[in-house]
């Protein structure tokens, strides 16, 4: 496997993050110490396809667990995430994600008895 090294040609690779001034410094750190085995692992299994496995990796738990914070409702989860509710469903479906159907009349879905 072929190590892929960020070059620093005058380019601080890490220069934005953790910015002091960002809501969640803790969490910026963490996804940015992150990136470098994340990008030489998804370049060894899918070249050229590094961006969009990195979004998807992140994007398919995101998008659930709006979802489920939401109790499936899509208007309120695209809300939060500040997505059109089309937006919300048309990735969902590219991400195979199941989005629940709501029930009418904004109450939530009675489990199955057993």
């Given at each position: 496997m072929?190590?892929?090294?960020a070059e620093k040609d005058g380019l601080?690779?890490?220069?934005?993050?953790p910015r002091s001034d960002h809501p969640l410094p803790g969490v910026s750190?963490?996804?940015?110490?992150?990136i470098p085995r994340l990008v030489d692992q998804l370049a060894?299994?899918?070249?050229g396809r590094v961006h969009r496995e990195a979004l998807e990796l992140l994007e398919r738990p995101?998008?659930?667990?709006?979802?489920?914070?939401?109790?499936?409702n899509q208007l309120?989860?695209?809300?939060?995430?500040?997505?059109?509710?089309?937006?919300l469903r048309k990735r969902c479906r590219e991400l195979g994600l199941a989005l629940p159907r709501?029930?009418?009349?904004?109450?939530?879905?009675?489990?199955?008895?057993?």
């Amino acid at each position: 496997m072929e190590q892929i090294k960020a070059e620093k040609d005058g380019l601080d690779v890490g220069a934005d993050l953790p910015r002091s001034d960002h809501p969640l410094p803790g969490v910026s750190r963490l996804i940015a110490d992150a990136i470098p085995r994340l990008v030489d692992q998804l370049a060894a299994a899918q070249p050229g396809r590094v961006h969009r496995e990195a979004l998807e990796l992140l994007e398919r738990p995101l998008l659930a667990h709006v979802l489920a914070l939401t109790g499936g409702n899509q208007l309120r989860a695209a809300r939060l995430l500040g997505l059109n509710r089309n937006t919300l469903r048309k990735r969902c479906r590219e991400l195979g994600l199941a989005l629940p159907r709501a029930a009418r009349g904004g109450a939530a879905p009675k489990p199955a008895s057993h």
